[in-house]
Nanobody
Framework: QVQLVESGGGLVQAGGSLRLSCAAS????????MGWFRQAPGKEREFVAA???????YYTDSVKGRFTISRDNAKNTVYLQMNSLKPEDTAVYYC???????????????WGQGTQVTVSS
């Protein structure tokens, strides 16, 4: 069992930056691929980024060049550095742990409670 707790969300102006953190419980963090997803009001949850156990990273096209996912296994934490934020990035952001770094949310077994990111224009 893995428990995930996100933090770092908030209100930021367009063009600004935020760094999200997701702290995991347990001693098996390094065995999991980690992903970030987001859900905007009235929309389905969508993939944002993922990092494999071997630190390979994957991004959805809309955030490439602006967002960076990273993990620190010593701290049981995964990060999402978000730069050049746009109003369309406004959503609840969720981290997830699973067996593979895919874009499919069904691949992930454990989810955090989410953190709100709001980007004002």
């Amino acid at each position: 069992q893995v428990q995930l707790v996100e933090s770092g969300g908030g209100l930021v102006q367009a063009g600004g930056s935020l760094r999200l953190s997701c702290a995991a419980s347990g001693r098996t963090f390094s065995r999991y691929a980690m992903g970030w997803f987001r859900q905007a009001p009235g929309k389905e949850r969508e993939f944002v980024a993922a990092v494999s156990r071997s630190y390979s990273t994957y991004y959805t096209d809309s955030v490439k060049g602006r967002f960076t996912i990273s993990r620190d296994n010593a701290k049981n934490t995964v990060y999402l550095q978000m730069n050049s934020l746009k109003p369309e990035d406004t959503a609840v952001y969720y981290c997830a742990a699973g067996g593979a770094p895919t874009y499919k949310d069904s691949t992930y077994n454990f989810w955090g409670q989410g953190t709100q990111v709001t980007v004002s224009s």
